[in-house]
């Protein structure tokens, strides 16, 4: 099984090892020479052995090429990153969901592993698992095991009620992710299961953090604040300490990406995420989600114009700037804003929450508030 993974990245050429976030940047002249030895039983180079001990504490000394660096080939494509929703389906039944529907469906196995050739070939590098609840699907084992031995550093995002299995624990020490993220939706079994609307939902997620923790995973706690728990934002703030984990913080609520207004019955008044101006975002070139059936989109939210790729191949993601451009462009309820320039919501989210009715001070964060 490969170490280290020497693969092009938007331009550049990178060193990884799967599990790791550190990586190496390299110039074209030493990819090009890892690749022209790849497959034989010659040593690493000197330069990559000291690479790898300064960037992992890693020794590779006496080890071969073939049996040590997967190379990636270079492709057509500039997408480095892509998410996976595998199944849309979950056992929790959260009351902010951005899913319109939460059914179990998708691909069989045979189109599961045709997607991620795919996406492999598309020189997708990191590759996050969600759903749904990525952790239910039949196939999951199977898909993250292709995924990690095709050369992909892999994420989960999942809610964290399936992590203490130990066939899920020992997958993942065995072809180490390089981060687990787990939702957190309060910090008592009462706000945690009343917004999951399934009991005892935290007993379990608290298992599974157990077990990630004990099996050295590299955890991290996304907060969901909600107006279920906004009491208990330093107690959230503490159970990601407690289990040693990073923690990011949300506390906007959005519509469907459907455009229906559901979830926002969640959201915690006075919990809008404080983000900076929109500037622009790489959904769609150098990135793209792709759902359970093998539709590609600029991302989770703006669908429109769905690339089929079980039907079009990679051809159909030479589509898909151009998809994601127009998604892009300031219109409906959002043409003619004079204050667009301090804009703090992309446009295919700003969309799903004009489709929803929303009110505007649930969404519109412009710099100038008063304005």
Known sequence: MHQLIASPHNGAFLVARPGARAGMRIPRALYEQVASIAESGAPLPPWLLEGARTAWDLDLAGLTMRDTVLVRPETGLGYGRATYEINKGCNFNCEHCYLAERRFEGLPWVGKARLLRLLRDAGVLWLQFTGGEPLIDRDFMDAYTFAHRSGMLIEILTNGSRLHRPE????????????????????????????????????????????????????????????????????????????????????????????????????????????????????????????????????????????????????????????????????????????????????????????????????????NEEA
């Open 168 to 367: 899920v624990i020992a997958l993942l020490r065995e072809l180490p992710p390089y981060k687990v993220t787990v939702s957190l939706y309060g910090a008592t079994p009462d706000s945690f299961d009343s917004l999951t609307r399934r009991k005892g939902a935290f007993k379990l997620v608290e298992r599974g953090l157990a077990a990630a923790r004990e099996a050295g995973l590299p955890l991290e706690l996304a907060l969901i604040f909600t107006r279920h728990n906004a009491h208990e934002v330093d107690a959230m703030r503490a159970v990601a300490d407690r289990y040693g984990a990073a923690r990011t913080e949300y506390g906007t609520i959005s519509p469907t990406y459907s455009g229906t207004p559901e979830p926002l019955a969640a959201q915690a008044p006075g919990f809008l995420d404080k983000t900076g101006v929109f500037q622009g975002c790489p959904a769609g070139h150098t990135f793209f989600h792709v759902d359970p059936h093998g539709l590609a989109t600029m991302c989770k939210v703006g669908r429109e114009n769905p690339v089929d790729l079980m039907a079009e191949g990679l051809d159909g993601l030479l589509r898909l700037p151009g998809i994601a451009d127009a998604q892009m462009l300031r219109t409906g309820g959002c043409g003619g804003c004079q204050l667009s320039g301090t804009c703090r919501v992309c446009r295919p989210l700003a969309k799903a929450y004009q489709e929803a009715k929303a009110p505007l001070n649930t969404y519109c964060r412009h710099g």
